[in-house]
């Protein structure tokens, strides 16, 4: 699993609250990704990092927000969540070409 | 929409035929491409990868061809094993991306019949 974690691995929230989700590695690697995953679309691309307070936008980013202040920590905040945010988030790093994921993180947003 | 996808949602395989998924990308930029299994509950886990300039490789009991012409991708497992259920996906990458970032297809469910 490349020494990846992410909290909590489940997650039931109410309609406007805000959301954090964590993703840590122990590896000291670079590169950090968080997707989504929902039936029918396979794995979406929401933001990444290239290295501590270095991140750019994916391709589905709207109304998601990273920060990476440390190497070993990529967080994931939706400011006010909606039900179209229900979804399974993973977390990977990248070793040259390979990425490795985490164990994932089911969120409902009632 | 997205540049990877594959061909059929679902498959069911006999224990110990052969399998064989497929995947038709569009972007001809992309350089390098992987197939990752996930399981149940699990994230997806690399299975084998394969780079442009070659148009076969071989793991074990797993084969990915590529066919740069029609832009087509494929993952055969032989003699397949109930463990093999999954689903699997395929992932491109493009030459330009210096972020490594990866498109993955919408996935093929595979399901082994004892």
Not at chain 2, 32 to 51: A, L, N, T, V
Not at chain 2, 68 to 74: E, I, N, Y
Request: glycine letters at 8%; proline letters at 3%.
């Amino acid at each position: 699993d490349a020494g990846i974690t992410q909290s909590p691995r489940h997650k039931v929230t109410e309609t406007g609250t805000p959301v954090t989700l964590r993703c840590h590695q122990t590896e000291n690697h670079r590169y950090m990704y968080w997707y989504r995953q929902d039936p029918g679309h396979g794995l979406r691309l929401i933001h990444y990092s290239y290295g501590v307070k270095d991140t750019d936008k994916g391709e589905v980013s709207d109304g998601y927000s990273v920060s990476r202040s440390k190497t070993e920590d990529f967080l994931l905040t939706l400011e006010s969540a909606t039900s179209s945010q229900t979804s399974v988030y993973f977390c990977a790093i990248s070793i040259r070409n390979e990425q490795f994921f985490g164990p994932g993180t089911r969120l409902t947003v009632l | 929409g997205e540049s990877v996808g594959l061909h059929l949602p679902t498959l069911s395989v006999q224990e110990g035929d052969n399998s064989i998924i497929n995947c038709a990308y569009s972007n001809s930029a992309s350089d390098y491409f992987i197939w990752y299994k996930q399981e149940s509950g699990k994230g997806p886990q690399f299975i084998i990868d394969i780079r442009s300039n070659m148009d076969k490789r071989q793991g074990q009991r797993v084969t990915v061809l590529l066919n740069k012409t029609v832009k087509h991708l494929s993952l055969q497992i032989a003699a397949t094993q109930p463990g093999d259920s999954a689903v699997y996906f395929c992932a491109e990458k493009a030459s330009i991306s210096n972020d490594y970032k990866l498109s993955f297809g919408a996935g093929t469910t595979v399901t082994v019949r004892a």
